[in-house]
């Protein structure tokens, strides 16, 4: 009877562990990532200083905005850079209850999955923020001094970063529904054109009120979902051959 409750005492230990592991590897990157939080919450806004007209700036409505706001940059860049050990202290809790065919696959998915998270915010920040923030300037008002707020910037920036890198983590979860069996091919495929209105849906919801940004957001969706099928089929299950059918018991008889 105690097997059972130790097992489980065990497994929670255990977790608790490599908890505090991963939180304390963030921890550490954000203390050593501290003295140049300006530096980094700089970078961040680079893309809108460059599109801001001749003497524009950014603001900061908020007393204590200029502290926080960098410091919030500063750990999130630590979690990022701390990623692929807080993976792997969930991976060394989650693989001994996995089977070895699972593992084959749930490695190889995982490090995809980080990959192109990381790839969708480059493409935020290296095309759509540049693209974006210069449509932005050229279409206000004259008379009007376009400016915003630094924790309203980030608010819009975390927003972009988590749709698009979830949005480039399409081919992966295709992936996974097709070799799990809970969907065949061909009905992804059936169900395209509902995914091409779904993107630019989605487009319209996550990414600012005009066209531009919406269709860099949108196209990508449908491309990478074009991409998870291609790849699927080389995980899917092979359908099963059916077993030729014994003959009936008077059939057996006769001859």
Same mark, same amino acid.
């Given at each position: ?104 696959? *749930?490695?190889? #998915? =995982?490090?995809?999955? !980080? @990959?192109? $998270?990381?790839?969708?915010? %480059?493409? *935020?920040?290296? #095309? =759509?923020?540049?693209? !974006? @923030?210069? $449509?932005?300037?050229?279409? %206000? ?115």
């Amino acid at each position: 009877m105690n097997a059972p409750e130790e097992s489980f005492m065990s497994h929670l230990i255990e977790l608790r562990d490599r908890l505090i592991r991963a939180l304390l590897s963030i921890l550490i990157i954000f203390l050593c990532l501290f003295p140049w939080a300006k530096e980094l919450y700089a970078v961040l806004a680079q893309p809108l200083l460059a599109s801001l007209p001749k003497g524009g700036q950014m603001i900061a409505t908020d007393v204590v905005g200029v502290f926080l706001v960098p410091m919030k940059v500063a750990l999130m860049v630590a979690f990022l850079i701390a990623l692929p050990y807080v993976l792997y202290q969930a991976w060394a809790f989650v693989a001994p209850g996995l089977y070895a065919h699972e593992k084959r696959l *749930a490695l190889p #998915l =995982v490090a995809a999955s !980080v @990959f192109l $998270f990381f790839v969708g915010m %480059a493409f *935020a920040y290296l #095309l =759509v923020f540049p693209t !974006v @923030f210069g $449509f932005m300037a050229k279409i %206000a008002p004259d008379g009007v001094a376009w400016m915003t707020d630094i924790e309203k910037y980030l608010s819009f920036v975390m927003s972009t970063f988590i749709a698009f890198g979830i949005t480039f983590e399409v081919p992966v979860v295709v992936i996974v529904l097709v070799k799990m069996g809970v969907v065949e091919i061909k009905t992804l495929k059936e169900w395209r054109p509902y995914v091409i209105v779904g993107a630019f849906v989605i487009g319209a919801i996550f990414t600012p009120p005009d066209v531009v940004s919406q269709l860099l957001l949108a196209v990508p969706l449908c491309l990478l979902f074009e991409l998870g099928l291609f790849l699927a089929r080389f995980v899917s299950q092979p359908p099963a051959r059916e077993l030729p059918a014994l003959p009936a018991e008077s059939e057996r008889t006769t001859d």
